[in-house]
């Protein structure tokens, strides 16, 4: 097992979340949402600001609270496409994000996302997410959320 700290986040204002933060290289760029936990590793301080942070963690909650529901399908997915499950997932959970700390903030860091696919900071990977420039569309399309 790796070591992991616990670190309270300032989701926003007043609410703080717990957040296990893995340190050891592997884990450099790996933002990921566990079984109602966050998990984060060193990308998430190194790279992002913490608007950015905040929209990845809101986005990785939505995720941490569909846990078991996702795992339910991912253990009957071959009925399903489950691209297109994983895909929709991601799109909702950017919506989630969207909603709790705001388009442009979510805008922002996805924008950030697509310059670390482009440049090999983050390698994508379209099992599990859809294209980048979708998510940035969708939240675009999402007028009534600030
Ligand atoms: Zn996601």
Redesign the pocket.
Same mark, same amino acid.
Request: charged share 25%; aromatic share 0%.
């Given at each position: 097992m790796n070591k992991y700290k616990r670190i309270d986040f300032d989701l926003k204002e007043g609410k703080k979340v717990k957040l296990r933060f893995y340190e050891s290289p592997e884990y450099k760029n790996l933002l990921w949402?566990g079984w109602f936990t966050v998990k984060v590793g060193t990308y998430f301080f190194d790279k992002f600001d913490l608007n950015e942070q905040r929209v990845i963690v809101w =986005? +990785?909650l939505y =995720?941490a609270k569909h846990s078991l529901f996702n795992w339910l399908f991912d253990s009957i997915r071959l009925w399903f496409d489950s691209k297109k499950i994983k895909w929709s997932? +991601?799109f909702r959970?950017d919506k989630f994000a969207a909603s709790n700390c705001g388009r442009e903030n979510t805008l922002k860091f996805l924008r950030k996302i697509k310059e670390f696919y482009q440049n090999g900071v983050v390698k994508y990977n379209s099992k599990t =997410?859809p294209p980048i420039d979708e998510r940035i569309k969708r939240v675009e399309s999402f007028l009534c959320i600030k």
């Open positions: 949402g =986005h +990785e =995720h997932t +991601e959970a =997410h």
